[in-house]
């Protein structure tokens, strides 16, 4: 049997083809999704693009999908998930099954292998959110970079250029982020930075890409480059403490939670993970962190063979890492 | 003699003519002049318009008019006074002596009549700025909105705003502010303010305007609103506290430094003064914090009393209180 999941984001859209054992026939990866901040007209052609190449790569397993998951940006409301329903039963094989819901859902997907759990992501912004059994569901934070996105991307970059701002004003610490972040743009004073950080089409994104400045930094033993990231780290502890609060609050003596930890800013984990577990274990929340071996977008076709009935094994995870990278 | 004072800001820039006791004779509004923001064209038409009604409304003290400052938002550099004082000059009697600053130089003026000292100024945005004897001048903060304005109006509505969506995510305490806010803007519920913030063009005003509410609920007791003010005040306090290390680095044993507290948030001072006074007092730095009695465009009118080598006494005060009025 072939499942088909997708993983669409604010940046990219990625589209996997695969079988109940971990097999991928045809992947296809194309520009971002969200509804949201493109417009559906816009999202409709990238989609169309994406089903349309895994469909010429491999015709016959396409014709025989019989399930399909999209976790997508933005598909919070259950508005949103009926119209994106429609949208890909329009380009998908006749009588498939499909669901669409938040990306968070894969997210975490790829880290519990479909079991229920909570997920932290950490790209250039950042969310909490949770399953617990029956489907119950809660969210915190993601609300966006003005409302600080707790341990995201923008959220180091962001402290990494009021450090700077701070040393220059006489308030803050000496740090290297300074020559770092100056160099890297060709500045010469620190004042340079205000009409980079102000073009505010691109801020957000501006602001999120500096904080591999700040890893940079941290691991050359920079006192204000590691207290960011510890201060991150903190942030991230306390999102994934208050929704466990929240998600079990009428069931204190739960089982060990699985906490996925999922975007790119876990590709340098080490600088978080102790901060988090430390954290947790002092309220004694009994939870397992968990940083996923599979892409966010293998958790789509978890949750497109889980919905198939199929049973997720070892097999699959093996099999999906080899197709996969 | 006639001097002719200007208050220019980023939403309004005000002019006033005067005489050598603080006999105000004519008064003008018009709208914003940063060039920065607006360009030099449109800031030119505000500049003319500005004169000309003032002109009109007394020629013959107009005429009589022999020195000219103006205070100006974004007159920062020395190419922009350059270019703004040969732009004013075009409009004013000839042989008037010009001469062009930054705003902040006439909030302190309006504060310390003319003479050297410390300004901390916190209405939408927020700077401190200092000049002490031989015109030496230094400045910390003012960095704009993405970078936190510490004290401002924004910093606060922006905290208020945080505070509303923890409460929501069940990371923070209970608050008022929450029903005042989302009734202000006719919600039901808290996610609908995301539209609202992240109108990106008036995120900033929208979130300076949102002060108001916190000072209401501090007022009622709220214990989440009182604790952003006293944040903002300590915020306020850690700024000109860096500015005076600053300025007086090699003159550890200065004189009492008088510190004028300017800008609309402080039409509600009672709620700052404190935390400033404790924390400036635990330095051991000696301060005297001076709420203006007179409003910023008096600072510029007294720079071109002193430009014009008037003294400034405690009857021009009065007598420029009771007309302004």
């Not at 990238?46 to 016959?60: G, N």
């Not at 020559?179 to 620190?190: A, E, R, T, Y």
């Not at 071996?293 to 919905?307: C, D, K, R, Y």
Request: aromatic share 8%; proline share 4%; with cysteine.
């Amino acid at each position: 049997m072939f499942v088909l999941g997708i993983d669409g984001g604010g940046t990219k859209t990625i589209g996997v083809l695969c079988d109940h054992h971990g097999r991928v026939y045809s992947r296809a990866v194309v520009g971002p999704t969200n509804p949201n901040s493109l417009g559906y007209d816009r999202v409709e052609t990238e989609i169309q693009k994406l089903l349309d190449s895994i469909r010429e790569q491999t015709p016959d397993c396409f014709a025989k999908v019989t399930s399909f998951f999209a976790g997508m940006s933005g598909g919070d409301r259950e508005e949103d998930k009926r119209r994106m329903s429609g949208l890909f039963q329009q380009y998908l094989p006749k009588g498939c099954q499909v669901q669409v819901d938040h990306d968070a859902v894969n997210a975490l997907y790829s880290g519990t292998l479909g079991k229920p759990g909570v997920v932290h992501i950490s790209g250039t912004g950042s969310i909490t959110f949770g399953i617990r059994a029956q489907n119950i569901r809660t969210r915190v934070g993601g609300w966006g970079f003005l409302l600080g996105d707790p341990g995201s991307g923008y959220s180091i970059g962001h402290r990494a250029v009021k450090a700077i701002f701070d040393e220059f004003d006489g308030i803050g610490e000496k740090t290297i982020l300074t020559s770092f972040i100056l160099n890297h743009f060709h500045l010469g004073h620190v004042p340079g930075l205000i009409p980079i950080i102000y073009d505010m089409k691109k801020a957000r994104e501006i602001l999120a890409s500096l904080s591999r400045f700040v890893f940079l930094a941290a691991e050359q033993g920079d006192h204000v480059a590691k207290q960011i990231l510890y201060k991150a780290g903190q942030e991230m502890a306390m999102s994934i403490r208050a929704l466990i609060l929240k998600l079990h609050q009428d069931e204190p003596n739960h089982e060990t939670i699985p906490v996925v930890l999922a975007g790119g800013i876990f590709h340098k984990a080490d600088w978080f993970v102790p901060v988090i577990e430390e954290i947790l274990q002092f309220d004694h929340l009994q939870t397992k962190l968990i940083l996923p071996e599979l892409p966010p977008v293998a958790g789509s076709v978890i949750a497109a063979l889980q919905q198939a009935g199929v049973n997720i094994t070892d097999s699959f995870i093996h099999s999906f890492k080899q197709e996969a990278s």
